[in-house]
């Protein structure tokens, strides 16, 4: 098969994800099981249900898998206005924090809570969730920034555009602007 560009950029992120997150989960005594990532184009079925392109990356804890539609890179530049290779890495640093929070418990915590609440409540803790996987995106992003990172641990890099590049990204596709888009109400979470 010819070389994916795409394919292999998801890789590399995801591989160095995983390089970052289990020495964050050493350094606590945990182990970290890593994501898969699944590559589709305009639909799959995970273990969450049907998705398509229009559901946009997401991650499904019931089966740990990271799912992005091949086309969504170019969807991220061209509709939302977030170019760049470390926008691109940001969307799946975001999608693997969604495995973190679902590896720690505080998913299972959340959906937990969110039974008993109103929806108002709910929505809420849905926004400090994103948030949280926006911090945990944050979290790769600087360690794999780390001048002192020797050369070969290295599978993505990062220069001094990048961090404008993920917070364009964070701002394009984040909670709030999403919620707009589609006609529903902006909760503050305070």
């Known amino acids: 098969a010819p070389p994916d560009p795409a394919k292999d950029f998801a890789a590399a992120v995801l591989g160095d994800t995983e390089d970052v997150w289990k020495a964050v989960f050493e350094a606590m005594g945990a182990r970290y099981e890593p994501p898969r990532l699944v590559l589709f184009r305009r639909a799959t079925q995970s273990a969450c249900g049907h998705a398509s392109a229009a559901t946009g990356p997401f991650y499904c804890s019931a089966d740990r898998e990271l799912y992005l539609d091949t086309a969504f890179f170019g969807e991220l530049s061209r509709r939302f206005g977030a170019p760049g290779d470390f926008a691109q890495a940001y969307v799946i640093a975001h999608e693997v924090g969604h495995h973190v929070q679902n590896l720690v418990g505080t998913a299972e915590k959340v959906r937990g809570m969110q039974e008993r609440m109103s929806p108002a409540d709910a929505n809420a803790l849905s926004v400090r969730m994103e948030l949280q996987a926006d911090c945990f995106a944050g979290v790769w992003g600087r360690v794999a920034a780390q001048p002192g990172r020797h050369q070969r641990e290295r599978k993505v890099e990062i220069d001094a555009g ?20 589609s006609g529903k109400q902006v909760i503050d979470p305070d």
């Open 162 to 181: 990048d961090m404008e590049e993920g917070l364009n990204a964070a701002a394009a596709i984040g909670d709030d602007r999403l919620q707009r888009r």
